[in-house]
């Protein structure tokens, strides 16, 4: 490795993720010196709290509490943005792009709120800001929607992208366990994110829909513009009602893009799905991501979404990107600067409207068990076009009340939620109504 450059880097956040990267760039330094072709050194990382005992530990002098002092570090070329947020993490990343570093991420939340003002600062910079391990932990699915599948449009992305809300429904759906107590598992395994609503009500998921969306549709959507919905109301009794039917439940990011309407919808929200799709055979803290392209067809991917391994691999290998370019290869095939390209594909493409929301569902009542009460709910379902498929009826403990479980044939979400609204008035009606989309690819 004589007359090698050395490329020095910086971590900007020290925790889970922060630590990964530390602790396998320095075990498979020699490996990855080998294969890239230049000599690595890490420099620094940065942490709040300096008193903090952790599994890995640089020398003193490597960990600083001022991230400031890595991003205006002249002897850094590259800074990998750990930290996590939109507020601290966007002011580091755009500082350190201002100062020609080469930024890597696993931040979605940035990248879905400011990745335009992102990626123009780093075209204006004349450098670059690699996300790999922002979506989909460890599965390389920026690369694939980059550069492996280049040749496709898609009609159709869906998928599970959020670790955390998969393990906790697998757990429930495997042992009976309540949701509090699969949540304390996933926080002890280190997948959840500080800010525990990203994961349980859906955002983290929706922001990295937001950024697949926008790398194979070109166009950025917004939060305001989807649905998204969390998995905190699913009950153990719903995912044995939907196994009983042939189904699990999962939470599913699902963008599809209509051609012929040129419109675009991002939705994110659990649903049943049939169980013998592969999708649906994604348990645990895995991620899977069906991609249907209009050349190459189908192709799944299902690896870690979460976690410090998984994720440090894809940090690393943006690392490796990023070493490559500083080294003077060409760019990746599409890169977040070839901003006429991803406007090429938005080409006017519209959000799709309300109206296109349509799918069975599968509905949760709880009622008082007294005669009359299923003819009433069939006549305000009749009402509103709501066909019934399937209809499961169990009374409880002390046989005063009853639930009941339907799943619909498809039917437009409006026309379902105004029925429901109305049974949710009924004078049996014990709980408000539970809907849940049924998800057919
Ligand atoms: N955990 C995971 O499985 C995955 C996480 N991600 C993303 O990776 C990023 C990091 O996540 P993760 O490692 O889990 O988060 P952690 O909370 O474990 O780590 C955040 C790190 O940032 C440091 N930090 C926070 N504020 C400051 C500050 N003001 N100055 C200096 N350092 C600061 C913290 O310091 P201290 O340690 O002292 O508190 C901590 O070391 C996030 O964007 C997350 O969404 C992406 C994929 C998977
Ligand atoms: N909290 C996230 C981490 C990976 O982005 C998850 O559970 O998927």
């Known amino acids: 490795m004589k007359n090698k450059r050395t490329i020095r880097i910086g971590l900007l956040g020290f925790g889970t993720v922060g630590q990964g990267v530390w602790k396998h760039l320095q075990a498979d330094q020699t490996a990855l010196e080998y294969r890239l072709g230049a000599k690595l050194e890490l420099v620094r990382a940065a942490a709040r709290d300096l008193t903090k005992s952790r599994a890995v530990q640089p020398r003193p002098d490597q960990l600083t509490d001022d991230p400031f002092s890595i991003v205006d570090d002249p002897n850094i070329d590259i800074v990998c943005e750990l930290i996590g947020g939109t507020t601290l993490a966007r002011e580091l990343t755009l500082r350190a792009l201002k100062n020609g570093k080469t930024v890597v991420t696993a931040n979605k939340a940035l990248i879905s709120e400011f990745g335009e003002e992102i990626f123009a600062v780093a075209r204006e910079s004349n450098t670059h800001y690699f996300f790999e391990a922002s979506v989909a932990g460890g599965i390389p699915i920026i690369k694939t929607l980059r550069e492996g599948l280049v040749a496709n449009r898609f009609p159709q992305i869906y998928g599970i992208l959020n670790g955390t809300s998969n393990y906790i429904l697998t757990r429930m759906e495997r042992e009976g366990l309540s949701f509090e107590d699969t949540l304390n598992d996933a926080r002890a395994l280190g997948y959840v994110e500080a800010d525990e609503s990203l994961d349980l009500d859906g955002w983290d998921a929706a922001h990295k829909a937001v950024i697949l969306a926008y790398l194979a549709h070109g166009k950025w959507v917004k939060l305001d513009d989807m649905v998204v919905e969390g998995i905190r109301d699913i009950t153990t009794g719903d995912i044995a009602y939907a196994k009983e039917l042939g189904y699990k439940i999962k939470l599913l990011a699902v963008i599809r893009r209509d051609f012929t309407q040129n419109t675009v919808s991002v939705r994110l929200h659990p649903a049943l799905i049939a169980k013998q799709e592969l999708i649906a055979q994604v348990d645990e803290v895995f991620n899977g991501i069906s991609l249907t392209g209009d050349v190459v067809g189908t192709t799944i991917l ?20 990023a070493v490559a370019a500083l080294l003077g290869a060409p760019p990746p095939i ?35 068990d007294e005669p009359g009460v299923l003819a009433r709910v069939a006549q305000v379902f009749a009402d509103h076009g709501v066909s019934v498929a399937t209809m499961i009826q169990q009374e409880e403990i002390n046989s005063a009340s009853a639930r009941i479980i339907f799943t619909t044939h498809a039917v437009s979400e409006a026309s379902l939620d105004q029925s429901l609204g109305l049974v949710a008035e009924l004078p049996f009606c014990l709980e408000t109504p539970f809907r849940l989309r049924v998800f057919k690819p």
């Open 302 to 321: 299902v690896g870690r979404g979460a976690g410090q391994d998984a994720t440090a691999s894809a940090v690393i290998s943006d690392i490796a990107d």
């Open 334 to 368: 599409i890169s977040e600067e070839d901003v006429d390209i991803y406007r090429a594909l938005a080409d006017e493409v519209q959000l799709a409207g309300p109206e296109s929301l349509v799918c069975p569902y599968y509905i949760r009542l709880r009622v008082k």
